[in-house]
């Protein structure tokens, strides 16, 4: 037991400095759009940690200047999102690129509508979550190891069903090394400028960030090393 405190405490440590990453590129049905296209990507891999603030939606001091363009989504699309260590993406070797293997927590995507994919306000919007990668309880695999595995990418569906328009793409990776306690989880996100094309009528209900995610949300504050289930914090994901 005292061996395994030790080694999970130079986990947490490790984690601390290591775990940061940043979504800064997408493809569409394995097109790659390039590198912080359509993406507000921040300028620094730091994690937002307070849950309420606003720089939870989509995070804060972007690259500037930031991507005017809209990528064009097909609904029913796959979207691959691609994480890498620091803002500028890929950049050589790097033993924690795209995070740090030591690193435990889901991957999320939600998607919010808005008039103008471009505008610069994100507050006060509807997030519908439609992806999630948790804990496979079989194999203690986490998200953020698939995301390790695939060299920071994660790949998932636009619904076929959702109303065409412009939308927020908002997708994230959790490190909850240090989530015993709040603030500890640490919150990775970005968001990406898209147009869904060909979709139906859905128009899904959505929760507010801040507000979908609580500090005392057990998802939030926990301990990986104890775990042998898990749900992802936020809403259930959206189906057709």
Known sequence: MKTFSALASLAVLVGYVSARTVFSQIAVNSVDQGQGVAIRVPSSNSPITDVTSNNLICNTNFLQPVSDVVATVPAGAAITAQFHHTSAGYVGPDPSDPLDPTNKGPVLAYLAKVPDATQSTVTGLSW??????????????????????????VTFTIPSCIESGQYLLRVESISLLQATSYPGAQFFMSC??????????????????????????PSIVTNVFELSSYTPPGPAVFKC
Request: glycine share 18%; no cysteine.
């Open 128 to 153: 519908t979550k439609i992806f999630q990668d948790g804990l496979d309880s079989a194999t203690g695999q986490w998200g953020s190891d698939r995301l390790f595995l695939n060299k920071g990418n």
């Open 192 to 217: 990406a400028q898209i147009e869904i094309t060909g979709g139906g009528s859905a128009t899904p209900a959505g929760v507010s960030f801040p507000g979908a995610y609580k500090s005392t949300d």
